[in-house]
């Protein structure tokens, strides 16, 4: 089940933890146009203050509707895919945004993973 995009890499390198980063990816773009859209949709505090000053009922709302959105699930897989990873013999994690504070209630477990092959 090695991707395309490992077949690039040197293994070692890959199962040691070393990160890799991919720049330019269309659908990721599109990832943090839909964040703004979740953003305006919050109101006005929400489109006028940086994200760390936000009251955490607001992040905590941001980041569950943000992890519910299919959209933003659809062009994660698509920003895999231009990657090189190969969908069908790979397992991911559903797409987090990482705005909440320390320790809050923000995981959105009613969420199925989709990362399960041929999903």
């Known amino acids: 089940m090695i991707t395309k995009i490992v077949r690039r890499l040197d293994l070692q390198a890959v199962y040691s933890g070393d990160i890799l980063l991919f720049r330019g990816l269309n659908s990721m ?26 009251s955490e009922e607001i ?9 519910k959105d299919e959209e933003v699930q659809n062009l994660y897989r698509m920003a895999l895919s231009e990657a090189g ?4 013999e790979t397992c991911w ?17 009613s969420i199925p993973s989709p990362n399960t092959p041929n999903s």
């Open 59 to 67: 992040r905590i709302d941001l980041c569950k509707s943000f992890e």
């Open 93 to 109: 994690d559903r797409v987090r945004l990482r705005i909440q504070p320390s320790g809050a209630p923000v995981d959105e477990e």
């Open 29 to 54: 773009k599109e990832v943090c146009a839909r964040f703004e859209k979740h953003i305006e949709a919050a109101g006005e505090e929400a489109a006028t203050k940086p994200h760390s000053l936000l």
């Open 85 to 88: 990873v190969e969908l069908n």
